[in-house]
Every structure is written in C-alpha cells, then in structure tokens.
C-alpha cells in the first residue's frame, strides 16, 4: 500500500457502491489500484524523498570500528656448536601476529557545502511530491475522459446503427417503389449506395468502442463492463467564480506543476551554494582509540594487548586546487538553475492559458449545447417533412438523404459537446491546480 494513497483509498472505500452497472468512481477505484502511470510517479516521489536523509547523513555523527590482523612468518636455520666441537644445524624461526583495535568517531561542525545539499535535497523532495500531485490529479481527467471515450464511442455506434437501418428501409422502399414506376433507378442505386457505406461506418464505430475500452482498461487494469451514462437532464452551470483572472490567479499559486517547477528552481539554487562551498575549509570534531597487541609462538607468555590510547582533536581542511572541479561544478549548477528558470516560466504560461482557455470553453459550452440540442430538434423535424414530401413527390431523394445526413451530424455534435462540456469542467479546475476527488464524485452524481 502506497502511504500516500491511504487518505484517497479510505474515501473511496466509504463512497456509494453503484447499484447496477460499473460507474466513474468505479473506474476510478480500480485505477488508483492499477494505473501504471501514477504508480511510476509514486516510486518516483519515494525515491527522492530518500535523498533527504542521503544528503542529511553528511552532517550526522559518524562511526566506525576496525580490526587489523598481521601475521609475520620468519624462517631459516640456525648453526650451533655441540659438545664435540662439531657444527650443527638446528631448526629455527617462527610467527608473530600483530592485532590493532580502532575506534573513530567524528561529526562536522562547520561544512557549509552539506548543509546546501541537505537543503537542496529537501526542494528537491517538495518538487518531487508536487508532481506526484499532479499526476493524481491528471488521473481524474485520464480516468473520466477513458470513460466519456466509451459512453461516446456507443452513442456513436448506436447513431450510425440507426441510420444504417434507416438507409436500408429506404432502399428497400425504393425497390419496391421502382419496381411499382414510382421511383427512378437513381434513387435506388443512390440508398443502396449510402445504405452500404453507413454499413461500414457501422463497423468501424465497433472497431472504436473496442477500441475505447481498452484505453479505459489500460488506465483501470480491469476489463470494462456495462457502465453508466450521462443522463439527459445534464445541469448547465458556468464557472464559479465567473472571473476568468481568479482563475489565471488560481493556476499560477496552486497548479502543481508551476509548483514542481519552483522548487526545483528552488533545490538548484542551493545546489549552487553548494557547488561554491567547495572553495571554503571545512571543520570536523574527530575522537580515535587505538590499542595493539602481540602474540609469538616463541614466547607465548608475552602476548598481550599494549595499552590503549585516545586521540581527540580538530580537523581543518582548506581547499586549494582540485583541477578546476569545483568552478565546473559551479557553472553547472547555474546553467541547471537557468534551465529550470525556464522550465518554470513555461509552466507558469502553460498554466495560465489553460485556465483562461478552458474557463471560456466552460462559459461557451453552455450555449453550444443549447445550440446542438435545438439544432437536434430541428434536423429531426426537417427530416420528417422531407420524408413526407418525396412519398407524395414533393421532394426528391437526394433531398431526404441531405436532411437524414444532417440530423446524423447533428446528434453526433450534440453527444460530444455534453461530454466535452463536463470534461472542460474538470480541466479548468486541473489548470487551477484544485482539482480532487470530490469533483470527480460530482460528475459520478450526473451519470444514471
């Protein structure tokens, strides 16, 4: 269990259960188990916040403990005189073995260098969780665009299968009529033609709803079942606060990737610092023990370990040359600062025109799915009078077929611009970085 998630998980385990059919929360649920990305940027925040005591360990005491074992062989032989006066050779020699025992302890006092680094590593870390963030936020708008992708891609198959078999009653009317003198042979080759090529939209519509399944259970790691849709009575309220600046304002002091961005700027500022601390001395409080012993297999009665002895002193290191290290790493730490400047001036434009884009496509939706239901409402009627006309031959085919071509466009814009409209809802609020989770249960409440 990712500690992060916890508070999100233990939401979503007290959220309302769908009664029947799989809905967004469902979705969702299953995606914060699943979702490959968010888990890549979770291990991602985990492993730079583990720079922290990385960088911190520097300043901390530290200890360390050895054992130093020798063993010295000598060898040869010795001559010595007998009684006779006669020269003999003896065997001689033997092995010594030495033991040290030491103890070192030491803690910096005054390493200006470390104390950038740690502080770097704890920006770092804040930029790190800032993009966590925004990854668990684009997860809302990944989760319910895969869904709305799914409920848009039947509505469209249901669409094209409609009008696939209007095209066909009317080609089988048109035969008929044909067949009776009432109708040219134009009129029959023009339904047949436009019944067989609504035939095969048909097809690829299915191929697309296969299609958009997947890319919902590429997020979710669970096959997709029946899901909920957007019902009819769908609510159409602008943007709160209706001031596209609060919004700007919004983005550029909480969207998460401006944030991100600032603190890496802030993290290589004080690499910086770091990188010119390399000229300054550095200061260290050391304590030492050191004892040795001797052991020899020719006088095994003096092996003993000497006395021990402490040594507690003061170390001071000033740097002189190190080949020009420390100026190229200075100038990489500015060049990276000045990069990152960038970065962050990018992601603050980004921000703010994200929220001002989607703020009036927000203000804007509202009309145009107002437009696309009348313009629904009219085709339909259009079409019917059409169809009226040409059975008493007041119009042609080629005018019904216009006006059923028409309706078609009409009812697929009207399905994308109600699914468009609550999804720019979400990606406003993900421009102002106030995105959550209680958002998405909001969209959940308007599927049925």
Not at 187 to 212: F, G, M, P
């Amino acid at each position: 269990m990712r500690v992060k998630l916890l508070p999100v998980l233990l939401l979503l385990a007290v959220a309302p259960v769908a009664g029947h059919g799989e809905d967004l929360m469902d979705a969702y649920r299953q995606a914060v188990a699943n979702d490959p990305v968010l888990a890549t940027a979770d291990a991602q925040r985990l492993l730079v916040a583990e720079g922290v005591p990385v960088a911190r360990a520097a300043l901390l005491p530290q200890l360390s403990a050895g054992l130093e074992m020798d063993q010295i062989h000598s060898g040869g032989n010795t001559q010595t005189t007998a009684g006779n006066g006669n020269i003999v050779q003896t065997g001689g020699g033997g092995h010594t073995r030495d033991r040290t025992l030491t103890g070192n302890l030491s803690q910096s006092i005054i390493n200006l260098s470390a104390i950038a680094d740690l502080r770097a590593a704890s920006a770092s870390r804040d930029s790190q969780e800032q993009t966590y963030q925004a990854a668990l936020q684009n997860l809302y708008v990944r989760v319910a665009n895969a869904y709305f992708g799914v409920l848009q891609a039947q509505d469209v198959l249901d669409i094209d299968r409609s009008y696939e078999d209007s095209y066909k009653t009317e080609f089988e009317q048109t035969s008929a009529r044909f067949k009776n003198g009432l109708s040219m042979e134009a009129d029959v080759n023009q339904t047949k033609a436009l019944y067989l090529y609504y035939k095969s939209v048909r097809i690829n519509a299915e191929d697309n709803l296969k299609d958009a399944r997947r890319a919902l259970q590429q997020i979710t790691g669970k096959p997709t079942g029946e899901l909920k849709k957007l019902r009819d009575d769908l609510p159409m309220q602008g943007p709160q606060p209706n001031d596209e600046q609060a919004w700007v304002d919004s983005a550029l002091r909480t969207n998460p990737s401006v944030l991100a961005a600032r603190y890496a700027v802030n993290s290589d500022e004080h690499k910086v610092t770091a990188a010119r601390a390399g000229h300054l001395p550095t200061l260290t409080a050391g304590v030492g023990y050191n004892k040795f012993g001797q052991w020899s297999n020719t006088t095994p009665s003096t092996g003993a370990y000497g006395p021990a002895t402490t040594t507690v002193g003061l170390t001071l290191s000033i740097p002189l040359f190190s080949g020009g290290l420390t100026h190229a790493q200075v100038k990489q730490a500015l060049y990276q600062r000045d990069a990152d400047l960038g970065t962050l001036d990018s992601q603050r434009r980004q921000a703010a025109r994200d929220a001002a884009n989607y703020f009036n496509l927000v203000k804007d939706g509202i009309e145009q799915v107002k437009s696309a239901r009348e313009s629904v409402d009219a085709a339909e009627k259009s079409l019917t009078s059409m169809r009226a006309g040409y059975t008493i031959g007041t119009q042609s085919m080629t005018n019904v077929v216009f006006a059923i071509q028409y309706v078609a466009n009409s009812q697929f814009q009207y399905t994308a611009a109600r699914y468009q409209f609550v999804l720019n809802k979400l990606l406003l609020k993900q421009a102002a970085g106030t995105i959550d989770m209680h958002d998405l249960a909001a969209v959940n409440g308007l599927l049925q």
